[in-house]
């Protein structure tokens, strides 16, 4: 093989190479009036997310592939977050920034088919008081559990079987981390995937360790999260919806000044390693660890085999030179 057709092979498999990496991110454009987005969860029905926005407090919520509505009476004060669990939407009235009101609601709609569904209402008291909540998640046992913020942030969990008729506690199981601004369980039903005030915690439900952390450099305030069954991450909602991979370890994100326009993320990961934990709260069974999600390889590493394919074809073509 003379030297010219080395050049080409070698141009020719580091562009192949670099061609095939999977990207870093995808986006979602919520639909118009949707923004910003309090709370979305993945509607298992059919692609896209439900989306709690500015007329979430009026009973209303939108879906990102098509802009259709559910409606709901109940008269919530302060929607925060939406879950899927059971075949069923969850609706979750647990804002409360001055910390007064006496208990909070959790709504289950009964259809998201279109236009007015029916509802069922759980109510619910903190076991030490009120709490401002943005963040409630949904084992895979179907447990609630909510995060608060403000002062003193906590993770509470519902009774397994809540009562329709009578006041159900939130009983307070750890702190919470600093910010919490929504949340998901993954699909093991146990690590939890919190938005906080440092990016994207994953957090064991059983041993309430952090076994991840997603640092987010740049990213917009109160963004929302929500997780798919086949553990794809949504997050943002202030206006754009970045879809991510789980950490496996701790890595950090940085977002460009125009990622709140839709911009795509970048992530640099460190070496510190997942931690894991086995015990399982009171009441709780433990379920298996999720499986490794596939290394972060991103876009920066395509711009690398890029850069090496233009560096490599430019000086052979040099030296090739007549």
Not at 71 to 81: C, E, I, N, R, W
Not at 123 to 145: N, T, V, W
């Amino acid at each position: 093989m003379n030297l010219r057709t080395a050049a080409a092979a070698l141009a020719l498999g580091l562009g192949l190479a670099a061609l095939s990496l999977p990207s870093l991110a995808e986006e979602i454009a919520p639909p118009e009036g949707s923004t910003p987005v309090v709370g979305m969860a993945p509607d298992p029905q059919s692609d896209g997310l439900w989306l709690a926005g500015p007329s979430a407090d009026d009973g209303v919520i939108l879906h990102s592939a098509d802009g259709r509505e559910v409606t709901f009476g109940g008269d919530p004060l302060s929607v925060q977050a939406l879950a899927w669990s059971g075949d069923r939407l969850w609706i979750a009235d647990i804002g409360d920034e001055p910390a007064e009101r006496e208990s909070v609601v959790v709504f289950r709609l009964g259809s998201v088919a279109g236009g007015r569904s029916t509802y069922h209402a759980f109510d619910f008291q903190y076991d030490d008081g009120p709490r401002d909540a943005k963040a409630m998640m949904i084992s895979g046992r179907g447990r609630i559990y909510i995060a608060t913020t403000g002062d003193d942030p906590g993770i509470y969990r519902a009774p397994l079987e809540p009562s329709r008729q009578d006041l159900n506690t939130l009983t307070r199981v750890t702190d919470a981390p600093d910010g919490v601004t929504d949340g998901a369980f993954l699909s093991d039903g146990a690590t939890m995937a919190l938005r906080t005030a440092a990016g994207i915690e994953y957090i064991d439900a059983f041993t309430w360790e952090t076994l991840a952390t997603d640092t987010i450099v740049g990213g917009a305030e109160s963004e929302s999260i929500a997780v798919g069954s086949d553990d794809t991450v949504y997050v943002g909602g202030n206006p754009s919806i970045r879809v991510v991979e789980v950490a496996t370890s701790d890595v950090t994100t940085s977002l460009p000044p125009e990622a709140e326009a839709g911009a795509s993320a970048t992530p640099s990961p460190s070496p510190t390693p997942d931690a894991t934990g086995t015990q399982a709260p009171p009441g709780e069974v433990p379920v298996e660890e999720p499986s490794d999600s596939p290394a972060r390889t991103g876009t920066m590493i395509a711009l690398v085999l890029a850069g090496i394919v233009a560096v490599t074809a430019g000086a052979l073509t040099f030296l090739l030179k007549p």
